[in-house]
């Protein structure tokens, strides 16, 4: 299986729970690393470089051996991203 075709699935899984609610996430979905790279553009090094730095969510553990991150935490990051980004390209 591609890693596009895998990060796919991701997309969907958390679009199908957004319809299944109205549009509104009120549950917790957990973003596991592939999706969190798909949805940011970061490469692995620079989201654990960020997270040490504080500039990024940090992960939640799942288990002995797994993490992941709130999918709302990773939505407001891209959002506070894109609204520093547009300041600056507006000055």
Do not use: C
């Not at 991150?69 to 980004?85: F, N, Y």
């Amino acid at each position: 299986m591609t890693e596009s075709v895998t990060l796919s699935k991701f997309h969907d899984i958390s679009f199908m729970f957004k319809n299944a609610l109205g549009g509104v996430n009120m549950t917790n979905i957990i973003l596991r690393l592939l999706a969190v790279l798909y949805r940011t553009g970061l490469s692995r090094s620079t989201v654990y470089l960020m997270i040490s730095k504080n500039k990024f969510p940090n992960a939640i553990s799942l288990g002995d051996r797994a993490v992941g991150w709130l999918e709302v935490d990773i939505d407001l990051w891209l959002e506070q991203r894109i609204k520093a980004s547009q300041k600056l390209n507006n000055v």
